[in-house]
């Protein structure tokens, strides 16, 4: 499997509809980066939940995620759901954002994403971080939408297992959902594994990316 190796991260750039996307979508890479760079800044900013117990799940979660990490989380109060009649407030948080970060990553949802809360904040994300590597993160669920992904970071069978008991620890308000359970997160887990040749994986999906041969 072909390996895109980061020479320098520093600072990570997260971003949710909704208090919970990350985790599920990219908990396993959070993981995995912040422990293999001690210190990275992670900027989360999610769209919905903002004054809720959801937002006390998300920030006590996400810190749970990004150990050792320099963490600043946002939550919004968009409502749930309406995210194309909130366009402008989005847009306007997703640059206010961009100018006080300058991330090596960004972590979104898949502009595939049946969703319309995921789909709509993953088209924003090219026209306010243009200039950067942005990752599609995806989320299991009822409507089917799962695709091929473009790129995977393989995990490591502890961190996978580390992923779902934080996503079960941190978020007990999602656990009466019929998707959200061990078998859902570790199943595509071990199917995007198998497509890159690991035994665990995250998959994302990128548009585009700029080659750096020369060294």
């Known amino acids: 499997m072909i390996r895109l190796l980061a ?13 919970d996307d990350i985790a ?5 890479t959070l993981l995995t980066l912040c422990s293999a760079w001690p210190g990275v800044r992670v900027e989360a900013l999610v769209l919905s939940g ?4 959801r937002e006390d799940e998300e920030r006590a979660a996400l810190a749970a995620f990004c150990p050792g990490a320099d963490v600043d989380v946002t939550v919004l109060k968009l409502p749930d759901g309406r995210l194309p009649a909130h366009w402008d407030e989005a847009k306007s948080a997703l640059e206010e954002l961009r100018r006080r970060t300058e991330p090596e990553l960004v972590i979104a949802p ?3 994403d049946a969703h319309q809360d995921h789909r709509g904040l993953a088209r924003l994300v090219p026209t306010v971080f243009r200039d950067h590597l942005a990752l599609g993160y995806e989320i299991v669920k009822w409507d089917g939408d799962l695709g ?3 790129a995977y970071q393989p995990l490591s069978r502890e961190i996978a297992e580390e992923k779902v008991r934080l996503l079960q620890q941190h ?7 019929p998707w959200y359970d061990r078998e859902a997160f570790l199943g595509l887990a071990r199917i995007r594994g198998i497509e890159c040749g690991q035994h665990y994986a ?3 999906y990128t548009h585009k990316f700029t080659l ?3 060294g």
């Open 7 to 19: 020479d320098r991260l520093t600072r990570v750039v997260a971003l949710g509809a909704h208090c």
């Open 24 to 28: 599920i979508g990219a908990g396993g």
């Open 50 to 53: 903002g004054g809720t117990d």
């Open 110 to 112: 898949s502009t595939g």
């Open 148 to 150: 091929t992904p473009s």
């Open 171 to 177: 978020y007990p308000s999602q656990r009466h959902r």
């Open 202 to 204: 995250e998959g994302f």
């Open 212 to 214: 750096a041969l020369e």
